[in-house]
Structures are given as structure tokens and as C-alpha cells.
T-cell receptor, first 115, second 113 residues
Framework: AQSVTQLGSHVSVSEGALVLLRCNYS??????LFWYVQYPNQGLQLLLK??????LVKGINGFEAEFKKSETSFHLTKPSAHMSDAAEYFC?????????????FGPGTSLSVIP | NAGVMQNPRHLVRRRGQEARLRCSPM?????VYWYRQLPEEGLKFMVY????????ESGMPKERFSAEFPKEGPSILRIQQVVRGDSAAYFC???????????FGQGTRLTVV
């Protein structure tokens, strides 16, 4: 069975500092991996996705993530945090790129940005 | 093209009442997914529908919960005889093809008192 863990339910960074949000997955087949952002009282927005092409994936708002099969990780990074990045971030895994009902979401990491 | 629209945004129900949550997918999208989000947890899949068909309801509680996506009109998630444990945010997502490019609505936050 697939699963996703996100280390750190809350992360605080200073404005301008590096953002690193951790995601580890387990999957018996090559996975499809996703990062979503959720702003307060909003729905989820897709930041980026890995679908077995390049291992370094660039997304919106300056975020990127690197798929490391040996570490079963898909950590999300951004070189310089902005105040507007404060939100909840969810990592997700699927064994198929079709059929959204097979996507498993992690518990989320709340990012705070300190001025 | 308007996004996925959910209403109401907030819903308060007393224990034992019925809750009806509506989701209007994006124009041209025929695939709808419902998720539930409990505090401090990620989204949990509930049900996947296409027009007039339930494709996968493996995440739906067996009792009190039902969903439909009629030929005309929004998708409806119905919760009968609500209990305190039903309090959560319910999100709808839609997709044109079923592939993982779904767009999410802003959610309905249900509070059972």
C-alpha cells in the first residue's frame, strides 16, 4: 500500500531564508508525486508534479522538488521565502497518473514565514 | 472560465439534521471527486463520480453518506442524520479527463452542533 509522510507538521522560516519541506513516500510501483498548497480557507492548488520524467521538477511560485528514488523522498524547496508563502503544504503520491481517487495525501506541513 | 464552485462555504447543522453540499465543476469537466479534511489531517478520498455514474465510492462511509452527479446541475454530497464527527471541511475537485490535473473548490466547512 502506498503512504506519504511529511516530517514536521509546522515549519517556521525567516523571510528570505531557504524553505525546505520534507516528504517521504512508500510505493510498490514507480510513483507519481505531487505537492499542493492550501491557503487559509481555500482549496488545494497544484504546485508541481513528478511523472517519471526529469527528477528535478520546477513548479509555480519559485518552488521546486527533487525525486530521489534511493531515499524515497520528494522534498519541496524554495531558495528565498516570501510572506505570501505562508500556507499549508501537502505532499501526495499515486501509482497512476490517471484516476484521482488513487491519490494519497500526506497530513500536511504548515509553513510560517517570519518577517 | 469560473473555477470549481462549492456552496455553501460554511454550513452549521444540529445533530440529526441533513447536510447537502453542492459542487459545480469547471465548464467542460465531467469528472468530480469529493474529499474530506479533518483538522491536522490531509485530504481523504470519499467518492469519484462522472455524469450520472458513481465510479469509485470506496472512501465513502457505508451509512448516512451519499453522492450524485446528475446529467444537469451540480454534484451533491448528502449527509443524513449528521453527528459531531462529521464536522470537517469537504472539498470537491473536477477534471476534464479523470487524470490528475484536478482543480479544487474552496470547500464547505461543516460544523455539527
Amino acid at each position: 500500500a502506498q503512504s506519504v509522510t511529511q516530517l514536521g507538521s509546522h515549519v517556521s522560516v525567516s523571510e528570505g531564508a531557504l524553505v525546505l519541506l520534507r516528504c517521504n513516500y512508500s510505493s510498490s510501483v514507480p510513483p507519481y508525486l505531487f505537492w499542493y498548497v492550501q491557503y487559509p480557507n481555500q482549496g488545494l492548488q497544484l504546485l508541481l508534479k513528478y511523472t517519471s520524467a526529469a527528477t528535478l521538477v520546477k513548479g509555480i511560485n519559485g518552488f521546486e522538488a527533487e525525486f530521489k528514488k534511493s531515499e524515497t523522498s520528494f522534498h519541496l524547496t524554495k531558495p528565498s521565502a516570501h510572506m505570501s508563502d505562508a500556507a499549508e503544504y501537502f505532499c501526495a503520491v499515486s501509482d497512476t497518473k490517471t484516476s484521482y481517487d488513487k491519490v494519497i495525501f500526506g497530513p500536511g506541513t504548515s509553513l510560517s514565514v517570519i518577517p | 472560465n469560473a473555477g470549481v464552485m462549492q456552496n455553501p462555504r460554511h454550513l452549521v447543522r444540529r445533530r440529526g439534521q441533513e447536510a447537502r453540499l453542492r459542487c459545480s465543476p469547471m465548464k467542460g469537466h465531467s469528472h468530480v471527486y469529493w474529499y474530506r479534511q479533518l483538522p491536522e489531517e490531509g485530504l481523504k478520498f470519499m467518492v469519484y463520480l462522472q455524469k450520472e455514474n458513481i465510479i469509485d465510492e470506496s472512501g465513502m462511509p457505508k451509512e448516512r453518506f451519499s453522492a450524485e452527479f446528475p446529467k444537469e446541475g451540480p454534484s451533491i454530497l448528502r449527509i443524513q442524520q449528521v453527528v459531531r464527527g462529521d464536522s470537517a471541511a469537504y472539498f470537491c475537485a473536477s477534471s476534464p479527463t479523470g487524470e490528475i490535473e484536478a482543480f479544487f473548490g474552496q470547500g464547505t466547512r461543516l460544523t455539527v452542533v
